[in-house]
């Protein structure tokens, strides 16, 4: 982003004077309100601008200067906590590059006064959590209090709402430590904030008047945290992982910061397992690199990682500067929240017909990739937020979350910024793709398309949906693909999938003929597939892989399925009213029926319905297997279907719990594991013996050829 464009280059101490005034906006901002305007990466750039001024004109100092405390406050409401041992900050590395660790090393090894060629140092190096700090104290294994950071010398007493943290225990296993202060961090998944705000974003299209999404998941549990009323708070789901001390009398302390994470874990304590012992800079490096490959699937945020000198004895000898430990240090990754400009807004039609705005943006590099889509999620949050076109805004991209647009920077907004967003008045009432009319119903988020399949649109996302890896698994059939088949008329529905020719393939644009050979032969093979997948793949609205595999085994049969009442469907497993009432209403149009006739008439099927239905012998019932290595006629998928389809429960790792291992080709440690604990070994003849219902006269020799 560039600078403002209207600052000129004022006077020292006026640029001073300014900078200090919009810290202390954008700090209040941020820790008292929990509602910040500016990503975190603009905040740090302002009050390094500010650091430099002053260092460079040390008259300008002022004692209320931001940069001469440590932010934070106590909030009205919430009792003080006065920490024993004050909660330090951690000197950040921004150079993200292996640099910021080979710099981190030599300052240790200088100040340590080491040789050149003194051996390498070891340090334990464990992830950023990108949450809040937070102390609890244990009393004789009890937990007493819980307590913020504050301004790391005086914090809040929170211990209500971390209560309400399963993870955290109430009790310490096996420690009668007079006291004992363990530090971690309380943070919120990336799940459970999507779900968070997405129930957020129903309540405020519901009406509720002092309801508000969260910009990102640290913010999310910082409010959750500081909630006055712990059964709001408990409704908004914590985590945490424990990294340090702070207090501690009559415990014996590891030599050892990884002996301290070994120890924590122990007592039953969370303890994050991506951490490890490491030699010098090289392996700091590697380390860095290794979580930065693994940052977008981690479930939960980081900002970079930290690395502390492992031996406590070095850790003293290198001892603190002003409120920081020289032995640790925050080695950065690129922030996953930027700024830059809303360009325009577009709607996109989705698979049922609804409406997304999604913000243009001039492209900007964050989390990792150059972004210039956002999802501005609907109406009322494009309005809530106020964003216009013309305005800064800021985009958070973290994890495989689609980017966001979070907010907008208000005085960033340009003279000539658009109109407020107003999505019905912007497409004159018309679906943009097939022109029929739009419509929101009372209490809902989203306005719809009414096309349903007449839309173009939604035709082409519910053919993307139902070839989906989750769904039938149709390999090449992607959204140039299906663009190209739709727009030509070749595929109106998704039976018609299953019709397409040679020829009809071989002259659209871009396909080679070995290409249209495979497209074929993908579509030919997902003919074969399990009863859930094919129920998620029809795209029913309310019903995820998960509900559609709840209703596979429960009904066994698509029949029962369609004809089941309302009563019936509510019977299964997680099934609500919502659910259900959706189910019985895509089953009530005769064109869904009609599909689901085209497609099995068209060969799709799935193994043994019959063996799958409720009342259907099923002898695996309360059994646990594990599979692994290649089976010789059995897909991983099917083997899976088929021990579920008879009560039994795959699960991905060997335990005294498990009841068999069924292995194949090139079975791995699974086996050995196996083995160790003397668990049962079957291959896949003696996994179709199990799946056989038990049943006295069979002659299994004698059965006739079918
Ligand atoms: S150690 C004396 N370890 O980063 C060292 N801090 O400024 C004290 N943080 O607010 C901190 N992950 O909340 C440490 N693995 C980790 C951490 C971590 C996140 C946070 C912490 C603190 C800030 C440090």
Known sequence: MSEMPDRPSPRPAEQAAALRTQLHHHAHRYYVLDA????????????????????????????????????????????????????????????????????????????????????AIDYAAELKFDGLAMNLRYEHGVLVQAATRGDGETGEDVTQNIRTIGQIPLRLQGCDAAVLEVRGEVYMRRDDFEALNERQRALIAAGAKNEKTFVNPRNAAAGAVRQLDP????????????????????????????????????LGLPVCEHRAVVAGAGGLADFHARIAALRDALPFDIDGVVYKVNDRALQERLGFVTREPRWAVAHKYPAQEQMTRLLDI????????????????????????????????????????????????????????????????????????????????????????????????????????TGGLTCPAQRKQALLHFAG??????????????????????VRAVPDLYKLGFTALATLERMGEKSAQNLLAAIEKSKRTTLGRFLYSLGIRQVGEATAKDLARHFG??????????????????????????????????????????????????????????????????????????????????????????????????????????????????????????????????????????????????????
């Open 36 to 119: 910040p305007e500016i990503p975190d990466a603009e905040y740090d750039r302002l009050f390094r601008e500010l650091q430099a001024l002053e260092a460079a004109h040390p008259a300008l100092l002022t004692p209320d200067s931001p940069t001469q405390r440590v932010l934070g406050r106590v909030l009205d409401g919430f009792a003080p906590v006065r920490h024993a041992v004050p909660m330090l900050s951690i000197r950040t590395e921004t150079d993200t590059t292996a640099a910021g660790a080979e710099a981190f090393d030599a300052r240790v090894r200088r100040e340590l006064a080491l040789a050149e060629d003194a051996p």
């Open 231 to 266: 059964a709001i708070a408990a409704r908004r789901p914590l985590s945490f992982y424990a990294y340090g001390l702070g207090e501690v009398r009559g415990w014996a302390v590891p030599a050892t910061h990884a002996g301290l994470l070994d120890a924590l874990a122990g």
């Open 346 to 449: 577009d709607i996109q039609v989705g698979r049922t017909g609804k409406l997304t705005p999604v913000a243009k943006l001039e492209p900007v590099f964050v989390g990792g990739t150059t972004v210039s889509n956002a999802t501005l999620h609907n109406e009322d949050e494009a309005r809530r937020k106020d964003v216009r076109v013309g305005d800064t805004v800021i985009v958070r991209r973290a994890g495989d979350v689609i980017p966001e647009v979070v907010g907008v920077v208000p005085e960033r907004r340009p003279a000539d910024a658009g109109e407020p967003f107003d999505l019905y008045k912007r497409l004159g009432g018309q679906c943009p793709v097939c022109a029929s009319p739009i419509e929101r119903e009372e209490g809902e988020a989203d306005w719809r398309c």
């Open 469 to 490: 890896r989750r769904a039938m698994d149709i390999e090449g059939l992607g959204d140039k693909l299906v663009d190209q088949l739709v727009d030509a008329g070749i």
């Open 557 to 706: 049969n698509i029949d029962r399925l369609m004809d089941a009442r309302v009563e019936e469907l509510l019977e299964v497993n997680d099934v609500g009213p919502i659910v259900a009432q959706s189910i019985r209403h895509f089953f009530d149009q005769p064109h869904h029926r009609e599909v689901v006739e085209q497609l099995r008439a068209a060969g799709v099927a799935w193994p043994d319905e019959a063996g799958l239905a409720s009342d259907a012998p099923r002898p695996l019932l309360g059994k646990v297997l594990v599979l692994t290595g290649t089976l010789p006629t059995l897909g991983r998928e099917e083997a899976k279907a088929l021990v579920e389809a008879a009560g039994g429960k795959v699960t991905g790792s060997v335990s005294k719990k498990t009841n068999w291992v069924v292995a194949g080709e090139e079975a791995g440690s699974k086996l050995d594991k196996a083995r160790e604990l003397g668990i049962e070994v079957l291959d896949e003849a003696g996994l179709r013996a199990l799946l056989q219902p038990a049943a006295p006269d069979a002659t299994p020799d004698a059965t006739p050829e079918v």
